[in-house]
């Protein structure tokens, strides 16, 4: 091919050439000038939602502890310290648990008719039909009672009683602080000390219940009754309460009665073991709650018109002793102490202070009241009274 005509057919595809890309040179921009600009993402489709399981009930062991903030009446001072229980007004259902003795597990109830539970230690239950009282003593009981300020209360809010003729001994730990606690622990003791004075305890017996145990039982309701309608006469005592743990021997049945409402304790010791006879009265006790909550009291004397209390009933031994306190003691001094200074000495007022003065070398944040019972055998004791005096 003349090189002439190869010139002519390269000029005309460059022609060809030059006429395509001007044509669709627009086109072109437009296309370039929009995969420039960054593109929103893609909305992804929602997903599926999961089928939903069938709706099964919490199980007890979970069950949510009812909110108490708006209810509970502190002490500022109580509020300060985790380690000191605080008093709080009880919501129905806490109350309906402790009136129903119902387990962590049941469900919530409103409250009905007030109950009580008998917690038979060591013996079957006994009433006055079945066992009839014996005419001589089968044991004998002193007690020595002790009560101390601690090193971190401006008062002393505890109140005891000791009432030997009737072989009775109370511990009573007032809360409320600026709400007059300690008028309500001493209301506490006076009432059910009047109540044995004149063998007068207001209520409806129960006649299948031993009848000094009720008799226990229906003077602390008395107690709670009084304590309450004192606390509605004057603001400054609104929202006042007690503990109570009282105790109450019958020497010729050779039979302890202990009634308690609260986390005052008792304990008896029998052959160098300690052995708490009470159930503390708190949340985490009773309702599993945690923290500083668990050591909220549930329930107290005077907080409301109406209360529950525990009686236990024991057999005590010659040769048991039986150790009535308030929290004091009891948050300050570890069982294995409490142990080991309740048998320390022979005399009791010793031990009583000794222990006293372990709670304060321990801290002493709270007021701390002891009383120590021992049981003797009467023939032994008389003999070892008849045996000393001849000494002399």
């Not at 599926?48 to 949510?64: F, H, K, M, V």
């Not at 806490?94 to 919530?108: E, I, N, R, T, W």
Request: hydrophobic residues 40%; glycine residues 6%.
């Amino acid at each position: 091919m003349p090189t002439g005509s190869i010139v002519v057919l390269v000029l005309m595809s460059v022609a060809l050439v030059a006429i395509y890309v001007a044509w669709n040179w627009s086109k072109w921009r437009k296309s370039f000038a929009q995969s420039a600009v960054p593109q929103p993402p893609r909305p992804e489709a929602p997903p599926e939602p999961e089928p939903e399981a069938e709706a099964t009930p919490n199980p007890p062991a979970q069950r949510e502890v009812p909110d108490l903030s708006d209810s509970m009446t502190l002490d500022k001072d109580r509020e300060s310290d985790p380690e000191i229980t605080m008093m709080g007004k009880v919501p129905a259902e806490v109350l309906a648990l402790m009136q129903g003795k119902l387990s962590a597990d049941a469900p919530l109830e409103e409250p009905e008719e007030e109950s009580f539970e008998v917690d038979v230690e060591e013996l079957v239950d006994e009433t006055e039909e079945e066992e009839t009282t014996g005419k001589h003593a089968l044991i004998l009981v002193v007690g020595v009672a002790r009560s101390d300020r601690g090193r971190k209360r401006q008062c002393n809010e505890d109140a005891f009683l000791v009432m030997e003729d009737q072989h009775l001994f109370v511990v009573a730990d007032g809360m409320g602080g600026h709400n007059a606690g300690e008028i309500a622990s001493q209301t506490s003791v006076d009432v059910m000390k009047s109540c044995f004075e004149h063998k007068d305890f207001p209520g409806v017996p129960r006649p299948d219940w031993p009848r000094r145990g009720d008799e226990l039982v229906r003077s602390i309701h008395h107690a709670n009754r009084e304590v309450f309608a004192l606390s509605q006469e004057k603001p400054d005592y609104n929202g006042m309460g007690t503990t109570v743990v009282a105790i109450r021997f019958s020497p010729n049945k050779q039979r302890a009665y202990i009634a308690h409402v609260g986390d005052s304790r008792c304990y008896r010791i029998r052959s160098g073991e300690l052995h708490q006879l009470t159930e503390d009265h708190t949340l985490g006790r009773l309702m599993g709650a945690k923290g500083k909550a668990a050591k909220h009291l549930a329930q107290a004397v005077g907080v409301r018109n109406d209360v529950a209390v525990d009686l236990t009933v024991d057999e005590p031994q010659p040769g048991d002793y039986y150790l009535v306190c308030s929290d004091g003691l009891t948050k300050m001094v570890p069982d294995a102490a409490l142990l080991e200074l309740a048998l320390a000495d022979e005399d009791l007022e010793e031990r009583s202070n000794a222990l006293i003065a372990e709670a304060n070398e321990r801290g002493g944040r709270d007021n701390i009241t002891v009383i120590i019972i021992r049981v003797d055998n009467p023939v032994k004791e008389a003999k070892r009274v008849e045996a000393a005096a001849s000494a002399n």
